[in-house]
């Protein structure tokens, strides 16, 4: 009894694993939300980056490898 009652637990959890897959498959990104995401994540104000020497840290202007990256601050006076 307690091996039939975990083969109908286990198909239950199996059909219903397989039921999100196949959905998950017909769901698609519209390309307006995509290029949302990408406004959302975007940087607001048009701040100087800087990259110096030769590492492990991703420069975002050159795509390069540097060791050290700034960003260029400046005080705004109304």
């Known amino acids: 009894m307690k ?3 975990v083969l109908i637990f ?6 219903l694993v397989l039921y999100k897959v196949e959905v998950s498959k017909n769901e698609k990104v ?3 939300l995509l ?3 990408e406004a ?3 940087d607001e104000h048009d701040r100087s980056k800087y990259c110096f020497g ?3 840290v991703d420069c975002p202007t050159s795509y390069q490898k540097a060791e050290y990256y700034g960003i260029g601050i400046s ?3 109304p």
């Open 3 to 5: 091996k039939l009652s």
């Open 40 to 42: 959302l994540a975007a």
């Open 35 to 37: 290029q949302n995401i």
């Open 75 to 77: 005080i705004e006076i």
């Open 10 to 15: 286990s198909s239950i959890i199996a059909i």
């Open 54 to 56: 030769v590492g492990s």
């Open 30 to 32: 519209s390309s307006l």
